[in-house]
Structures are given as C-alpha cells and as structure tokens.
C-alpha cells in the first residue's frame, strides 16, 4: 500500500531493528544472519548453505500480494565464488495470470512454459557487489509472448549471497559497468 509514483520504492533494506520482520525466513537460524559489511560499510544480511532449504520469502504469507507496480526490480547484492544463487519472483500480467521467473546461477539456458521462465544468472560477477537489476516489463514480453507486466507479487531469494537492498525503479537505473 505504498505510494509507487515516486523514483524508487524500497522493498528491503538491512538497517534497522528488525529488517526481515515482514519476510518469511526458511533453513536454520545459523543459515540466515544480519552481519556488518566492511566493503560495503553497512548491513546485510547474510544467505548461507543449499538453495534448496535457505531461504527469504516476501511477503510472509503466501495469499498476500506486494503490488508492486515499478518495471525496474534491483537487488544489491554479493555472490560468493563456486556457490548457487537463485531468486525466484512471482509476477502478474494485465491478464490476471500469474507467472514465475526463477533466476539461478545453476541454470546454463533459458527454459519457459507458459507460466513458469527459468533463466541463467550465468553472466552475473561474483565476489563483488552488484545492482542486479531486472526490467520485468521486458522479461514479461519477450518470455511469455503477448503478455504485458502488471506488478510484482512475491520475492523469494536463496542462498547464497549477501543481500543489501532490494528496491524498484520507475526509470532504468544508470549503467555502471565498468569496461
């Protein structure tokens, strides 16, 4: 229920008193943790161990909706070298249909069925962080043919990685990639 109309809606940040109180958290206590980056010089939270069972689910209950309505998903995040990562989002077109889009370092080509994208996370740096961002308007398109990006329902993020923020953005941020 938050006013999208501005630059940027932030949807996760590690600072504060309880950042995940609105997430869903899946795996050990051990697995999941909230830890001081001195690279970054702020929070994170930390996502350690399989894919399969570690996890950060928003939001925490399934028949709930985020709503987001921004084309730009971006995730600040850091991909420790020889480990998976994957996230998984739920979206919904101007038909009312939901779809998933699972993107995984594991993987190697892109696979789609009619409401379900598996897509490679194969160019993605490690061992630095990176503003991931995802224009969800035009995976939307270009996967699932004639379908048009309505909003974003549900964010799930699995092991392994430290995850800064998570925000949408009304414009294509910057490119900073550095040749």
């Known amino acids: 229920n938050v006013f999208q109309g501005g630059p940027f809606v932030e949807v996760f940040s ?6 995940v109180a609105k997430w869903r958290l899946s795996g050990s206590q051990s697995a ?3 830890d001081f980056d001195k690279e970054v010089k702020s929070f994170v939270f930390v996502l350690e161990g399989s894919s399969q ?3 950060m689910q928003l939001p925490k209950e399934n028949k709930h909706m985020l709503g987001l309505i921004q084309r730009f998903l971006i995730l600040q995040l850091y991909i420790p070298l ?3 990562f994957s996230a998984e989002l739920l979206i919904t077109d101007l038909a009312n249909i939901k779809r998933r889009l699972y993107l995984s370092t594991v993987h190697k080509e892109l696979s789609a069925t009619p409401l379900h994208a598996k897509i490679p996370l194969s160019i993605i740096r ?3 962080w990176c503003n991931l961002c ?3 308007a035009a995976f939307t398109s ?3 043919k004639s379908a048009v990006f309505q909003s974003l329902d549900g964010i799930t993020i699995s092991a392994n990685c430290k995850l800064r923020k998570i925000y949408t953005m009304k414009l294509k941020p910057q490119d900073t ?3």
């Open 126 to 128: 490690r061992r630095v």
């Open 177 to 179: 990639v550095e040749q």
């Open 134 to 136: 995802i224009d969800l």
């Open 32 to 34: 999941i943790w909230k």
């Open 142 to 144: 270009g996967i699932f």
């Open 82 to 84: 020889g480990q998976d």
């Open 14 to 19: 590690a600072q504060g008193k309880d950042p």
């Open 53 to 55: 069972t570690i996890k």
